[in-house]
């Protein structure tokens, strides 16, 4: 078992940044891929990001390659989600997960055994 607890979320004006943290308990951190979805009003959940186990692979959403870097740092049990150039459209509800069964940055959400509470991240025009 795992707790993910997300942090960093707010409000931004087009064009600003984010960074999202979010700190894992337990030791067996370095042992979960970790994801970065989001939620917005009315929409299903939908994969952001992802990290392999030592970081050593990543995979972003189409609509946030170029401006969005995760990452991950596996000695504080912590994940992290850099957002650049953030649009409107980013407007959601953000949420870190921990898959303890794969070895890639899995899209679905099926995938993922544990989810954090989520944090709000507004992105005004």
């Known amino acids: 078992q795992v707790q993910l607890v997300e942090s960093g979320g707010g409000f931004v004006q087009a064009g600003g940044s984010l960074r999202l943290s979010c700190a894992a308990s337990?030791?067996?951190?370095?042992?979960?891929?970790m994801g970065w979805f989001r939620q917005a009003p009315g929409k299903e959940r939908e994969f952001v990001s992802a990290?392999?186990?030592?970081?050593?692979?990543?995979y972003y959403a189409d609509s946030v390659k170029g401006r969005f870097t995760i990452s991950r740092d596996n000695a504080k049990n912590t994940v992290y989600l850099q957002m650049n150039s953030l649009k409107p459209e980013d407007t959601a509800v953000y949420y870190c997960?921990?898959?303890?069964?794969?070895?890639?940055?899995?899209?679905?959400?099926?995938?993922?055994?544990?989810w954090g509470q989520g944090t709000q991240v507004t992105v005004s025009s």
């Open positions: 990290i392999t186990q030592s970081g050593r692979s990543t």
């Open positions: 337990g030791r067996t951190f370095s042992r979960y891929v």
């Open positions: 997960a921990a898959d303890a069964s794969t070895y890639y940055g899995g899209r679905s959400p099926g995938l993922y055994d544990f």
